[in-house]
């Protein structure tokens, strides 16, 4: 599905017919649903005619250690002191393009990607794309669908990592934060807990179901939902909130990264987590990476595992 503008911003979504939803990761916009002017649906497979462009070429920039360790140090004396068991700090590499434009990089949103969901946006110079494997709620009729995505090691540690203990720990953090969360709406169904292959990387997933005892309003499940536990502090208050946007912006986060992005089509709502994404602004590029630090957590895993996410983005969009 495409939308093309002008494109008309609502505070709550349409009663029928199409809108998506981009919001940033604090939720601040205030119209974030925007109507299209005209939509282009798709074939399998088929890129559409404004992303036919040059693939870029992109010079790198990888972040430096020193102040991912102030902020690891900063999150680790907050889990030892009590007041925090987990946060999602972010670093970002950051390119200059060369030669092409990054909207030939929209190409790769077309092809089959197995669980890897599609999404993107272009305004003017900036704009994002991204293949997100975890998504934020579905919802259709009364039944909300959702998972717990957490865990994560390379594909070739498939066998340790299903015995590792941190990494189970990590992962059943975010799944009984989410089932607690999700108890007040009605009637819960955790699934088995499985191991997701994404190309170089492998990640704990468990698939959630809730029969809802109401109507619910989407804007209402978005602030609920997000950020998940996978991206968020636990526990998720306004001040472990605070501090992890804090930690975000001095890291150089982008805004959009784990932001909401969803796509409304009479009565039917689909919202990803917006991760494994690129965006750029002009002639500067930004690949974003997370991980959640509890108190098991090393400084030289967790930046081998920010280097691993970041690697597996640019490879699936060939930069």
Same mark, same amino acid.
């Given at each position: 599905?495409?939308?093309?503008?002008? =494109?008309?911003?609502?505070?709550?979504?349409? %009663?029928?017919?199409?809108?998506?939803?981009?919001?940033?990761?604090?939720?601040?916009? +205030?119209?974030?649903?925007?109507?299209?002017?005209?939509?282009?649906?798709?074939?399998?497979?088929?890129?559409?005619?404004?992303?036919?462009?040059?693939?870029? !070429?992109?010079?790198?920039?990888?972040?430096?250690?020193?102040?991912?360790? %102030?902020? &690891?140090?900063?999150?680790?004396?907050?889990?030892?002191?009590?007041?925090? !068991?987990? +946060?999602?700090?972010?670093?970002?590499?950051?390119? #200059?393009?060369?030669?092409?434009?990054?909207?030939?990089?929209?190409?790769?949103?077309?092809?089959?990607?197995?669980?890897?969901?599609?999404?993107?946006?272009?305004?003017?110079? !900036?704009?994002?794309?991204?293949?997100?494997?975890?998504?934020? &709620?579905?919802?259709?009729?009364?039944?909300?669908?959702?998972?717990?995505?957490?865990?994560?090691?390379?594909?070739?540690? @498939?066998?340790? &990592?299903?015995?590792?203990?941190?990494?189970?720990?990590?992962?059943? =953090?975010?799944?009984?934060?989410?089932?607690?969360?999700? *108890?007040?709406?009605?009637?819960?169904?955790?699934?088995?807990?499985?191991?997701?292959?994404?190309?170089?990387?492998?990640?704990?997933? *468990?698939?959630?179901?809730?029969?809802?005892?109401?109507?619910?309003?989407?804007?209402?499940?978005?602030?609920?939902?997000?950020?998940?536990?996978?991206?968020?502090?636990?526990? @998720?208050?306004?001040?472990?909130?605070?501090?992890?946007? +804090?930690?975000?912006?001095?890291?150089?986060?982008?805004?959009? =990264?784990?932001?909401?992005?969803?796509? &409304?089509?009479?009565?039917?709502?689909?919202?990803?987590?917006?991760?494994?994404?690129?965006?750029?602004?002009? +002639? #500067?590029?930004?690949?974003?990476?997370?991980?959640?630090?509890?108190? %098991?957590?090393?400084?030289?895993?967790?930046?081998?595992?920010?280097?691993?996410?970041? !690697? *597996?983005?640019?490879?699936?969009?060939?930069?």
């Amino acid at each position: 599905m495409v939308g093309k503008g002008p =494109f008309e911003s609502l505070s709550g979504p349409p %009663e029928k017919g199409v809108a998506f939803y981009r919001n940033d990761f604090s939720l601040s916009c +205030s119209r974030p649903w925007h109507v299209p002017s005209r939509i282009e649906i798709l074939e399998e497979g088929e890129t559409p005619d404004f992303l036919r462009e040059e693939h870029p !070429e992109i010079l790198w920039e990888e972040p430096e250690v020193e102040p991912f360790a %102030e902020v &690891f140090a900063e999150v680790s004396q907050a889990i030892r002191g009590g007041s925090i !068991e987990k +946060s999602v700090p972010v670093v970002t590499a950051i390119g #200059q393009i060369c030669k092409g434009s990054c909207k030939g990089l929209g190409s790769a949103l077309a092809r089959g990607n197995g669980p890897l969901r599609p999404y993107g946006w272009i305004d003017g110079v !900036e704009g994002v794309v991204g293949l997100s494997p975890e998504l934020l &709620f579905g919802l259709n009729g009364g039944v909300l669908h959702t998972m717990a995505l957490a865990g994560t090691a390379r594909v070739e540690e @498939r066998e340790a &990592f299903g015995a590792d203990e941190k990494e189970i720990r990590e992962h059943e =953090f975010v799944a009984q934060t989410l089932l607690a969360k999700l *108890s007040d709406l009605g009637q819960t169904n955790r699934h088995s807990r499985d191991i997701m292959e994404l190309g170089p990387l492998v990640h704990y997933h *468990s698939a959630i179901d809730v029969e809802l005892r109401k109507k619910e309003s989407i804007n209402r499940l978005v602030s609920l939902l997000h950020p998940t536990p996978a991206l968020g502090p636990l526990p @998720r208050t306004a001040e472990t909130l605070g501090d992890l946007v +804090s930690w975000r912006h001095r890291l150089g986060c982008p805004r959009w =990264f784990g932001a909401p992005f969803g796509l &409304f089509r009479d009565g039917v709502f689909e919202v990803l987590v917006g991760i494994r994404m690129i965006r750029w602004q002009g +002639s #500067q590029v930004e690949v974003p990476s997370g991980c959640g630090v509890i108190e %098991e957590s090393r400084l030289v895993n967790e930046w081998r595992e920010l280097r691993l996410k970041r !690697e *597996s983005v640019r490879s699936i969009f060939g930069v």
